[in-house]
């Protein structure tokens, strides 16, 4: 399992400029479609897990527990999410997160205590992940965000190491990009904030405010319920 850590900046024509500039190579230009899945009450995002299927592979992404906590203004500019992207292992701890939030609180919420009744039939009925959306159904989730995405993504060759850079443009017209570190789970993300920060640097970033991401615009265009309710809970 790897843990992306990654700095979201505002992407205008200069910053694209300077990217050939401090020697970015281009890798390439894809397409891609992604669906987002949570509960009706958003039992996952809520807890800042997020569940997405990006044409047919799933991931889940949850918040990196381990590494030290962002201290100084520039490392809270970068986010840390833990990545899990076998299909098993993204149903496993999908269930266990929805079950372990019904067990907390269901004694007085009876439409909590049916969605663990339907977790609980599961386990004795769907351990087989034949059908791709039906594991979904059965915990009661549904798809609360859907976009395609343009992205040119550059690669920066540094002493450090590697750092990917991603140029994204949404179909509900919002354009961002990100810098971006994979770390393994045991690795040093500080170690990757410092080459996300000197890359952000070398781009002439001077912004010190977080940078909206896709999900960020989105929620606040098309779901804006969702969106108070994560801004309510400090995950955007
Ligand atoms: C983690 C997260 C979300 C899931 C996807 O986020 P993101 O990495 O922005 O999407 P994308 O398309 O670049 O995925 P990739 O190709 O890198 O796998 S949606 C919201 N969050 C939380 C979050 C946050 N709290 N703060 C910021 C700045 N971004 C995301």
């Known amino acids: 399992m790897t843990v992306e850590v990654e700095r979201k900046f505002v992407c205008d024509a200069e910053v694209i400029g300077r990217l050939k500039d401090i ?9 891609f479609q992604d669906q987002y899945f949570d509960t009706l009450d958003f039992i ?38 833990k990545e899990i992207t076998s299909f098993p292992l993204v149903q496993s701890e999908v269930r266990r997160i929805i079950k372990e939030h019904t ?13 663990t009744d339907k977790v609980r039939e599961n386990e004795d ?6 059908d791709d959306k039906k594991w979904l159904t059965d915990l009661n ?7 395609k995405t343009e992205r040119c993504s ?10 990917r850079v991603d140029l994204d443009k949404a179909d509900f017209d919002y354009c961002v990009g990100e810098i971006e570190v994979l770390v393994p789970e ?17 781009l002439g970033l001077s912004c010190e405010k977080k940078v909206q991401g896709k999900m960020d615009v989105f929620l606040q265009r098309y779901r804006p ?8 809970a400090h995950i955007l």
Not at 141 to 147: K, L, P, S
Not at 190 to 197: C, F, K, L, P, S
Request: with cysteine; aromatic share 8%.
């Open 141 to 147: 989730m549904v798809c609360f965000a859907e976009f």
């Open 44 to 81: 996952l995002t809520l807890k800042d897990f997020w569940l997405r299927c990006r044409e047919g592979l799933w991931e889940l992404k949850c918040p990196a527990v381990l590494g030290s906590k962002p201290v100084t203004e520039i490392e809270t500019l970068c986010t840390r999410y």
């Open 23 to 31: 020697g970015a190579q281009c890798i390439g230009q894809r397409q």
């Open 186 to 202: 045991v690795g040093d993300i500080n170690a990757a904030v410092q080459r996300i920060t000197k890359i952000a640097a070398e």
């Open 125 to 130: 009925t769907d351990c087989c992940p034949t």
């Open 103 to 115: 067990a907390e609180g269901s004694e007085s919420n009876s439409s909590q205590r049916e969605q």
């Open 154 to 163: 550059y690669i920066l060759e540094r002493e450090e190491g590697t750092v």
């Open 225 to 232: 319920d969702h969106y108070t309710k994560l801004l309510s």
